[in-house]
């Protein structure tokens, strides 16, 4: 019996770890606010040019994405994946729920290095995984993340769509690109 409580507070405690709040951040800065605007606004006008529904900013998802921006620039890396030993990684879908937001659907691209929207969006444009999601018609929803370190930016670019009762189709998919 001793080891049987053991284990099960032991994952209690995992999962209290991984499944907790996220931590609170404080807003991005005006130029970090400013590049998160621009990058939406882009993003946007791209997909209206393809005659796509244009994403509506989410300040759940922004605030998923600005973590796992944080956390890439804190521990140097660069992944879909949260800085954690298996299986105590997140991944963007996870980070979504821990934040509130409630999904069907839901895409991330990460980016490093790129200190301007344009050198970002030309990197991501430039590989088909990432175009598929970022033209991807079914998303509705964007949240932007971006953490300044010594030596490179990070970013973070969250798609995501609510859950529909009527269109049950593509539920609980999850896409990535690096």
């Known amino acids: 019996m001793g080891k049987r409580l053991f284990w099960t507070f032991f994952l209690f405690a995992c999962a ?3 499944f907790g709040k996220e931590p609170i951040l404080p807003p991005p800065g005006p130029d970090a606010q400013l590049q998160i605007d621009r990058l939406f606004d882009l993003t946007n006008r791209l997909r209206a040019a393809r005659k796509l529904p244009i994403l509506g900013l989410d300040a759940r998802l922004c605030h998923a994405a600005a973590v796992h921006a944080a956390e890439m620039c804190r ?3 660069v992944s879909d994946r949260g800085h954690g030993i ?3 990684q997140s991944n963007p879908g996870s980070r979504a729920w821990a934040c509130g937001y409630a999904w069907s659907d839901i895409a991330e691209t990460v980016c ?3 200190s301007d929207v344009a050198s970002v969006l030309s990197s991501w444009l430039s590989s088909r995984a990432h175009v598929r999601i970022l033209m991807d018609p079914v ?3 964007a949240g932007i993340g971006i ?3 010594a030596t490179r930016t990070y970013w973070v670019l969250m798609l995501a769509t609510r859950p529909s009762n009527s269109s049950p189709g593509r539920s609980w998919n999850l896409k ?3």
């Open 86 to 88: 298996f299986p105590m």
């Open 147 to 149: 953490a300044r370190g």
């Open 176 to 178: 990535v690109a690096l």
């Open 139 to 141: 998303y509705q929803d």
């Open 112 to 114: 490093a290095g790129s």
């Open 16 to 18: 209290a770890t991984v």
């Open 75 to 77: 521990y140097n890396y």
